[in-house]
């Protein structure tokens, strides 16, 4: 069983920081993309940043600049770090990973998801 559980999502003033990860945990073999969505009440999810095993990254063009992505391969851990945050960044963030476990299944895994407001 693998599980990602999200966390450091709050509320936020506009201007203001925030970082959230997202830990990975089971049985886990090896673990390929990682990357944060966000959806707002009535729309869909959307690709916020995405990073690759080896560190290449890929951001949404409303996040460019002001979102930054990593990951520490070896806590199976991925940050976003949030600056200069807005009103329309308010959201349920998810973290997501392309993972092979020990019984060979690859597979894409979600997190629970966390709230993100950010507002005066």
């Known amino acids: 069983q693998v599980q990602l559980v999200e966390s450091g999502g709050g509320l936020v003033q506009p201007g203001g920081s925030l970082r959230v990860s997202c830990v990975a945990s089971g049985r886990i073999f090896s673990i390929y993309g990682m990357g944060w969505y966000r959806q707002a009440p009535g729309q869909q999810r959307e690709l916020v940043a995405q990073i690759t095993s080896g560190g290449s990254t890929v951001y949404a063009d409303s996040v460019k600049g002001r979102f930054t992505i990593s990951r520490d391969n070896a806590k199976n851990t991925v940050y976003l770090q949030m600056n200069n945050l807005k009103p329309e960044d308010t959201a349920v963030y998810y973290c997501?990973?392309?993972?092979?476990?020990?019984?060979?299944?690859?597979?894409?895994?979600w997190g629970q998801g966390t709230q993100v407001t950010v507002s005066p």
């Open positions: 997501n990973a392309d993972i092979l476990n020990y019984s060979s299944r690859r597979a894409y895994y």
